[in-house]
């Protein structure tokens, strides 16, 4: 990788070192993800049997997956992957669950009860990648803690032909219904429906650029109302390593991800010229022996190496990049933990590879990338319910707050805000038995 002096450039050099893939910056890709959405959404299925014959070159007899072709599937997967499958799945299952929240109620002043409560997404469709790659441990973070939140409607997407384990690892959470859909067409029938695949509230999963930028198109689609998890495009991961690190380990941390897609990027942040060299050359000895390695390459050719001069720049220069992933391999990595400000997700010290997280630690490995990760946090339990708030106010709750309300009402100008406040304390006040002063003064007149 090529090796930069983070203090030797200029302001636009620092910024320039940090550009993501310009793979990624194909300006046909808007056009020809929307070419696709509006094929779905006038042909339907037949729109996604043609994609399916130009894009991974299948024709398909059923989108459907039937219940005789899961269980075939099902029965293909070896012991060792099923118990891998199963204890993956259990630490999952253990750090989902653990985020359970009970509704919340607070009374913020007399007669004013303000409640937070949340509710599973009724219908989420799950995407999983696999024209590359068969992400299989995609399944167990999208449909472990959909079926904890308690999402009715489960459906899962992958490119045809599906991966058996991909099958029966969704089978093993819960999930019924399965579609060999891939690509921008897949995001578009969950967004949309067709005759077979059902629409969905929430479309969750990460997948290619292309992928990337439907579930962005469908978001913003007034035809739907659809909304997605995060900006989950091409992987990334930034290393930020000491003269302490083993420069095997980091190679192999910024291969792990290098191997996903030719337009995924990693980086190397150190204060270690020495360090850098060496992870050089021990990329270059493990590169071949991947059989992902062409895919791997090209990744490297818009990945970089920068020196800092100490750790205190290093966590700049990675908020600053806001990573997707982000390993820490230094003598002491909590020492720079809380001065991280930007990651999806952060591994620490040096048998902590990423590898861990993208598979069976128990954190979820759908992330934010390409810098969303300042903004948007990683996908949790959260993500799969909608929270909404209640309000109930009792006839002194009303009396002890509504001139406030009408104050602020008539400040801005809403005075049917005003009057709706108004009208209840009138109709109170009517209401009251009259005073002995009151009565008197009825008697006098």
Known sequence: MQILNWQALSSKEQADALKRSPLIGDNSLEQSVATIINSVVNDG???????????DGIELESIALSKSQIAQ??????????????????????????????????????????????????RVGLYIPGGTAPLISTVLMLATPAKIAGCSKRVLLSPPPI?????????????????????AQAIAALAFG?????????????????????????????????????????????????????????AADLLSQAEHGADSQVMLVTDCI????????????????????????????????????????????SNQYGPEHLIIQTEQPRDILPKIRAAGSVFLGAYTPESVGDYASGTNHVLPTYGYSKTVSSLSLADFSRRF???????????????????????????????????????????EPATDEQKASKVEA
């Open 274 to 317: 020495k360090l850098a060299e060496e992870v050089n050359q021990a990329l270059n000895d493990q590169l071949g022996k991947l059989s992902r390695a062409q895919t791997a390459k090209q990744a490297l050719e818009c990945s970089r190496t920068i020196i800092v001069e100490d750790m205190d720049s290093a966590a700049r220069v």
């Open 163 to 183: 991966n058996d384990a991909i099958v029966y690892a969704a089978t093993e959470c819960g999930i019924e219904e399965i579609y060999q859909v891939g690509g």
């Open 73 to 122: 599937a099902c029965a293909n997967v070896t012991d060792e992957l099923k118990q891998a499958i199963a204890q993956a799945k259990n630490n999952i299952d253990c750090f989902h669950r653990a985020q359970l929240q009970t509704n919340l109620a607070v009374e913020t002043q007399a007669g004013i009860r303000c409640e937070l409560r949340s509710e599973p997404i009724e």
């Open 389 to 431: 708030t209640v309000q109930e106010l009792s006839a002194d709750g009303l009396k002890n707050l509504g001139q406030c309300v009408m104050t602020l009402a008539s400040a801005e100008q809403l005075d049917a805000h005003k009057n709706a406040v108004a009208i209840r304390l009138a109709s109170l006040t009517a209401s």
């Open 45 to 55: 299925d037949n729109a996604l049997r043609q994609f399916s014959r130009e894009f």
């Open 194 to 250: 067709t005759q077979t695949v059902p629409q969905v509230d929430k479309i969750f999963g990460p997948g290619n650029r292309f992928v990337t930028e439907a579930k962005r198109a469908v978001s913003q689609d007034n035809r739907c109302t659809v909304s997605i998890d995060m900006p989950a495009g091409p992987s990334e991961v930034l290393v930020i390593a000491d003269k302490q690190a083993n420069p095997s380990f980091v």
